[in-house]
């Protein structure tokens, strides 16, 4: 598996935001968001085995992990390292840009699955991924300005999404204010909440490995 990092920090964003974390960003990726602040991720990297990776998470003291990119779903052996994990006792999550198929993942995975707005330069068009939602995945969409918050909106109330899963709402860092954001989704009267990159607060911007 081709890994560009491995690290131990504090989840940033989404549900677990403030818990201690371990990271597997993955190499590569097939979108170029406009957005995107891990862009070092497309390339590069060094392979790595599934014992490998298993053995550097559990050298960590926590039991919560994250399985980012990059796109970790280009990584052919992704299932058998959820279940290698799943079958330790840890709590496994996914951050995923949704566009390719999840259904061979174990059903305890948690798929933290974006939605991209207009704003991303590689809008979401085909929804069906969002039919498969379980009660514990969550569904990202980071927005770059008022019309991407609303081009969300119509997405949420359009395939019913309140309820069937958490909703998160990301500020592109530098283009849209966390006050903005906020206002936006309190007028919306939407059930979904803000998460913000914890992380960038903590350690900086460009920190990486965090």
């Not at 403030?18 to 190499?27: E, S, W």
């Not at 590069?44 to 919560?64: F, I, K, N």
């Not at 390292?81 to 999550?93: I, K, N, Q, S, W």
Request: net charge negative; proline share 6%.
């Amino acid at each position: 598996m081709r890994v560009s990092e491995l690290f131990f920090s504090i989840q940033g964003e989404g549900t677990r935001a403030g818990r201690p974390c371990a990271f597997v960003r993955f190499t590569g990726c097939d979108l170029r968001c406009s957005w995107c602040d891990t862009a070092y991720a497309f390339h590069g990297g060094e392979e790595r085995s599934r014992a490998d990776l298993v053995a550097a998470l559990q050298a960590w003291p926590t039991r919560l992990v994250c399985l980012t990119g990059g796109e970790p779903t280009l990584q052919p052996d992704l299932p058998e390292l959820c279940r290698d994990l799943l079958a330790l006792g840890f709590e496994v999550t996914l951050e995923t840009h949704g566009q390719r198929p999840t259904e061979a993942l174990p059903p305890e995975v948690v798929r933290i699955l974006d939605v991209k707005p207009p704003g991303s330069g590689e809008e979401t068009r085909d929804f069906a991924y969002l039919a498969g939602l379980r009660p514990h995945d969550e569904v990202k969409f980071v927005v770059a300005s008022e019309a991407d918050f609303r081009w969300s909106a119509e997405v949420i109330r359009r395939h019913a999404l309140e309820g069937r899963a958490a909703l998160l709402f990301s500020p592109v860092s530098g283009t849209v204010t966390a006050r903005a954001l906020t206002e936006w989704l309190l007028a919306s009267g939407l059930q979904a909440r803000l998460s913000l990159q914890l992380h960038k607060l903590v350690w900086g911007q460009d920190a990486r490995g965090v």
